[in-house]
C-alpha cells in the first residue's frame, strides 16, 4: 500500500499561480505513475494530470493543457502540480493518485487505486 498526502492549497485571485506537492510516506514514487485529479462543488471528480514513472511522458486535461505542469523531484519523493493563469473553474479539492502501475492510464477516476485525502484550490476574486 501507499499513502499519498497533498499539500499547498489555498487561496489565490484569477490569473495567479499555485503549485501543489504529492508525497508518501514509506513508499518510492520514483518509478511510478503519479496524477492528480479535482472535484469542483456539485461536479464528479476530473482527471487532471499524470506523470509516468518510466520516462518524462505527461498527461493533460484538456481544461489544464498549457496552463498546468506536472513534475517530480525523486530526492524529495515527490511529485508537483504548478497551475498557472488559473481561473474560478480551476476551484475544488485536488487529489494525488497512482495505481503503482509505471506508465499513466486514462484521466478516468476508475483506473487509479491509490487516493490521498485531497487539498483545497480556491481561486476568487
Known amino acids: 500500500q501507499v499513502q499519498l498526502v497533498e499539500s499547498g492549497g489555498g487561496l489565490v485571485q484569477p490569473g495567479e499561480s499555485l503549485t501543489l506537492s504529492c508525497t508518501s510516506s514509506?513508499?518510492?514514487?520514483?518509478?511510478?505513475?503519479v496524477g492528480w485529479f479535482r472535484q469542483a462543488p456539485g461536479k464528479e471528480r476530473e482527471g487532471v494530470s499524470c506523470?509516468?514513472?518510466?520516462?518524462?511522458?505527461?498527461l493533460y486535461a484538456r481544461s489544464v493543457a498549457g496552463r498546468f505542469t506536472i513534475s517530480r523531484d525523486n530526492s524529495k519523493n515527490a511529485v508537483y502540480l504548478q497551475m498557472d493563469e488559473m481561473t474560478p473553474e480551476d476551484t475544488g479539492v485536488y487529489y494525488c493518485?497512482?495505481?503503482?502501475?509505471?506508465?499513466?492510464?486514462?484521466?478516468?477516476?476508475?483506473?487509479?487505486?491509490?487516493w490521498g485525502e485531497g487539498t483545497q484550490v480556491t481561486v476568487s476574486s
Open positions: 493518485v497512482t495505481n503503482l502501475g509505471t506508465w499513466c492510464r486514462q484521466l478516468i477516476e476508475n483506473e487509479y487505486t491509490y
Open positions: 514509506g513508499s518510492s514514487l520514483k518509478n511510478i505513475a
Open positions: 506523470s509516468a514513472g518510466g520516462d518524462d511522458t505527461a
